[in-house]
């Protein structure tokens, strides 16, 4: 038997965390935060609280139901805050536990280890690379299997069994033009279905949206559309993506260079997920730079709003995030946005109320100053109904837990499985925060 924690993720888009047990053994999946219960509270400092406060926040996952038993390992699927933000939290209740994930995941999680200042965390960290078999006791192995999101290195984390394979598939798209390269390993999900997979853990985030989600490449072209038309004449160009979502800034670093504009990045976030990017060979930063310091921010704009046709803006800020460099410039600080200037914005808005509410008095600051705004040049990383029906195809899976979603994504996604002869109750199980289910 092997039962399954379902622990967070599994009422709310954020905080997942799952953990596998066989045989009294068990490997966790994840440790992410939920970002908006930290935001509410203006004076609350994430790195300086402790695991009980954040737990009573709802902004990471309550893991107390395993906190006795014996966790061999703990595996991390990318490197989102919402998979790996609770690190730093969280690890140290497991002391020793080795941590595995892929280079840029690893690389992440340190950062988030190196920025804590309520706990020392211990845990040995190992990257590790695609295809690779980790055997982390006599029984259980860990697989990570390449697959594309919106982050690189993004992975499916599988769980080798005695009884056959668990596939973690949270989070991921089937992007088959991915402009950096990166392409899902159809071959080994294959392989593995042929194996046999005795539970898929699939994010449910999007599967309401009946389509396949676009590849990478149409976001390119979007920009690209918008961005290169004869008779340019916009000044002042700021575009606003995710700091993590190196394949969009590769994009737009090239954009800006085709048009003889340098592509600047301001936001401590962007500077540190290139930093790594590029430490790793994963983003080319010719003709680009990156500024994080106060003093460095103040200076670049300074210059930049003396010649602002000259450079294209990469900002923080997208989701109206208070403290974020668009969200100041909206706030009339660091730079006189204008009518001058254009912002374009490279993402969706995140569906909470606190995002939608955030980015509503963006926009509206924005619009006020005069700023023309260019938005929805996007697509996303989280897979579609058509993406699930191809992974149930290529796993043929004998049960399926949906994960990383509010109720009704999770229940969204047993009937796309019902559609494909699974029944709700004996091998689709929508479960909630905080239980377990045991699969025979
Ligand atoms: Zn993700």
């Known amino acids: ?24 053994e068990i ?14 509270h203006e004076d609350v400092n994430f790195q300086q609280m402790s695991s009980r406060d954040l737990r009573k926040l709802g902004a990471i996952p309550d893991d107390t139901s395993i906190r006795n038993k014996k966790v061999v390992a703990i595996a991390l699927s990318h490197g989102h805050l919402d998979h790996i933000g609770a690190i730093a939290k969280l690890a140290p209740h497991y002391s020793n536990v080795p941590i595995y994930g892929t280079p840029y995941t690893i690389k992440l999680a340190k950062g988030e280890v190196r920025s804590e200042q309520y706990f020392e ?22 697989e990570f299997v390449q697959i594309t999101h919106s982050i690189p290195h993004s992975s499916m984390v599988v769980i080798h069994t005695p009884e056959g394979a668990v596939v973690y598939a949270c989070d991921y798209k089937f992007d088959n033009h991915n402009p950096l390269g990166e392409k899902p390993d159809y071959k080994r999900l294959k392989e593995i279905g042929q194996e046999g997979v005795k ?24 920009l690209e559309d ?25 994009e ?14 301001i936001g401590r976030s962007l500077a540190k997920y290139t930093g790594i990017a590029k430490q ?33 803006l990469i900002v923080t800020g997208h989701q109206g995030e208070p403290g974020a460099i668009l969200t100041r410039m909206a706030s009339g600080e660091l730079y006189d946005i204008g009518k001058n200037d254009t912002v374009v914005f490279s993402a969706g808005v995140i569906p909470n109320p606190l995002n939608i509410a955030q980015r509503y008095a963006l926009e509206t600051k924005l619009r006020m100053r ?40 999770l229940t969204y996604y047993a009937e796309l499985a019902e559609e494909e002869g699974y029944l709700i109750g004996r091998d689709v199980f929508v479960s909630r925060n905080g239980y377990k289910v045991d699969v025979r």
């Not at 853990?201 to 396949?212: L, N």
């Open 199 to 222: 539970i898929l853990i699939p994010e449910s985030t999007r599967v309401a949206e009946q389509t396949k989600t676009p590849s990478e490449a149409s976001a390119k072209l979007l």
């Open 1 to 24: 038997m092997i039962k399954v924690y379902t622990i967070g993720g599994y009422e709310e888009v954020g905080k997942n965390m799952t953990a596998i047990e066989y045989e009294n």
């Open 27 to 40: 490997i966790i999946i994840d440790m992410g935060i939920r970002l908006d219960r930290v935001l509410i």
């Open 370 to 409: 005069g700023v023309r705004m260019v938005k929805d040049l996007h697509v996303s990383g989280h897979s579609s109904r058509e993406d699930h029906r191809y992974l149930i195809k290529l796993l043929n899976p004998e049960n399926i837990i949906p994960a990383h979603g509010e109720f009704r994504m």
């Open 121 to 142: 965390v211990t845990n040995p960290m190992y990257e590790t690379q695609y295809g690779e078999i980790v055997q982390v006791s006599e029984n259980l192995a860990i």
């Open 280 to 312: 790793l060979g994963l983003i080319k930063m010719k003709g680009a730079k990156a500024v994080r310091s106060p003093a460095a921010v103040q200076k670049t704009l300074r210059e930049v709003s003396q010649a602002r046709e000259n450079y294209l």
């Open 252 to 265: 737009l670093i090239e954009i800006a260079n085709n048009m003889g504009r340098q592509a600047v990045l």
């Open 226 to 250: 918008f961005f290169y038309y004869e008779g340019m004449e916009e000044k002042g160009l700021i575009t606003t993506t995710f700091a993590s979502h190196i394949a969009r800034l590769q």
